[in-house]
């Protein structure tokens, strides 16, 4: 038998939001916080959950959900099926991983078709995908060869991509020097902090292009670009194609 998905979305909340678990008791209920940070109650205990986690909401589990005045974003899927989840953490930090957000994606336009459209089977391996992906992701993060320290500052960068920092910055987070923090990031991850906070701000820049219908220019601001022209030099050095070209390429594939 198939996994079966209750509902599966994306929200974005500019203003102070809240609510309370209506997916039902049999349903695990994913939700990726994309953008801003907000505070979970689950079972009467309180999770933050900050950009680039996932919290993982057992059957059963009571669940609360407050956004602040941060404008505050999620993916969010319910879905009935033991087999789905392959983890035992509640709350893992994935970053805002754009295979992730893009499997995410096609599973909300397969559930938007029509009801006799429905192809369970393909749901069924997007599912498997997603969670894989989500597996990925996690591991990447808790790599052994990885030392805590560099997962720091990776998690730094990642949730403040959208502002400026300097490495100092970093360097002060993890309690290092600025060249011992820049050595140890690039012989850890084989980028240096500035190209792996372009990689983080050009996903994010992304998903607002599928998500909002904000201007490219709104979105570069957004993502933590100072200028449309920088934006633009560095999306298309990492994707091969201008901002408005992959939009509209984006679009056309979802209709």
């Known amino acids: 038998m ?25 349903a695990y209920l994913l939700r990726l916080q994309t ?32 956004t602040g005045d941060v404008p505050s974003g999620d993916y969010h899927l319910a879905v009935e099926g033991d087999e789905f989840v392959g983890w035992d953490e509640r709350l893992v930090h994935t970053g805002v991983d754009v295979q992730v957000t893009t499997i995410w ?28 992906f989500i597996d990925r992701a996690r591991q990447r993060e808790v790599a052994e060869h990885t030392p805590y320290v560099v997962r720091e500052m990776m998690r730094y960068v990642e949730q403040n991509a959208t502002e400026t920092f300097a490495v100092a910055d970093v360097a002060v987070h993890v309690g290092l020097s600025t ?11 084989g980028q240096t902090i500035v190209g792996y906070t372009h990689h983080v701000q050009v996903g994010i820049a992304k998903e607002r292009m599928m998500r909002t219908d904000h201007t490219l220019q709104q979105i570069a601001g957004s993502a933590g670009f100072s200028s449309y022209t920088y934006f633009y030099k560095i999306f298309k050095r990492y994707t091969g194609m201008a ?5 509209l390429g984006q679009k056309l594939a979802a209709h």
């Open 105 to 132: 994606q096609y599973i909300i336009l397969e559930r938007r078709r029509p009801g006799d459209e429905w192809n369970e089977e393909v749901i069924a391996h997007l599912l498997k995908t997603l969670s894989l």
């Open 2 to 26: 198939h996994p079966h998905v209750v509902i599966c979305g994306y929200s974005h909340h500019a203003a102070p939001f809240q609510t309370t678990n209506n997916f039902g008791k049999e």
């Open 243 to 247: 901002p408005g070209a992959y939009r």
């Open 35 to 66: 953008e801003g940070k907000s505070v979970v109650v689950v079972n009467g205990e309180t999770v933050h959950q900050r950009e680039g986690d996932l919290l993982v909401i057992a059957p059963g589990d009571s669940y609360e959900l407050y």
């Open 179 to 189: 060249s011992r923090t820049l050595h140890l990031f690039k012989a850890h991850t």
